[in-house]
């Protein structure tokens, strides 16, 4: 399987370490995703089902599973992100990348990455979840992606972008999608696109702006952001003092091709 050069240049940018220093602030102040989003996701597969959340972060894609009753197995190779989970009693946490989960061959019905799969390499990757998920297993890619046609939105992005020194992250995360498309292992491709919104008021503004992995972490450079997102803050919030990031969610689904 070939894939495109400008996917595979995240996978080595340190994605097993880069989010520790922010594990915190992951955990507080990251956005969910929509309901909608895992009903379709779970949509006409079996009540009881295993699911593999790879690179799970701190659990939030992992709890929202768990709560429509999925045994999750969820696959993180971060320890500072691990020990800032939340814990659920449907969610077992291991250690493991997205290219060795050390699970065992067809053991799962569902494989999930949410925000995740542009970290890892992915030929090497796709080619995992195909030996362990069971045949005609399900795989689905979930991204968030900021909605620029939002004017607050728009404004955040531009202050990430701004402070991250315009980091490749944002243009390279929109292709890694790609390579599903190329790689034999997985059929049936499928694209839904669901409006979600998350309401933050200025702690949370600052927080989900601090736990970008890219943000740079010298204090003049937050001192910067946190300055310019306090006046994003004060010229936005509404009678609640809330603010909202609109994001569209990008789920693609695809199925294991039996060999």
Known sequence: M??????????????????SDRASDYAKYRPSYPHEAIQVILQGLPSQIVAADIGAGTGISSRLLAQQKVKVIAIEPNAAMRQAA?????VEFRDGTAEATCLPNNSV????????????????TLEEFHRILQPSGR???VWNERDRSC???AEYIQLISEVSNRHPIESLRLK????????PSFINIQ???????????????IGCALSVSYVPCEESAQQYLITKLQELYNRNCDK??????IYRTNVHLAETQIN
Not at 86 to 90: I, N, R, V
Not at 110 to 122: I, K
Not at 176 to 183: D, M, R, W
Request: glycine residues 2%; contains cysteine; hydrophobic residues 40%.
């Open 2 to 19: 070939s894939t495109p050069n400008n996917a595979t240049q995240l996978h080595l940018m340190n994605p097993l370490t880069r989010f």
């Open 191 to 205: 694209k839904h696109e669901f409006a979600y919104k998350q309401a933050l008021d200025l702690s949370g503004l």
């Open 151 to 153: 004017c607050f939105t």
């Open 86 to 90: 939340e814990s659920h009693q449907l």
């Open 240 to 245: 609640q003092g809330l603010v909202y990031i």
């Open 176 to 183: 890694s999608v790609e390579p599903l498309f190329a790689t």
């Open 139 to 141: 795989l689905a890619l």
């Open 109 to 124: 019905n569902l494989v999930t990455c949410f925000q995740s799969f542009h970290w890892f390499n992915p030929e090497t």
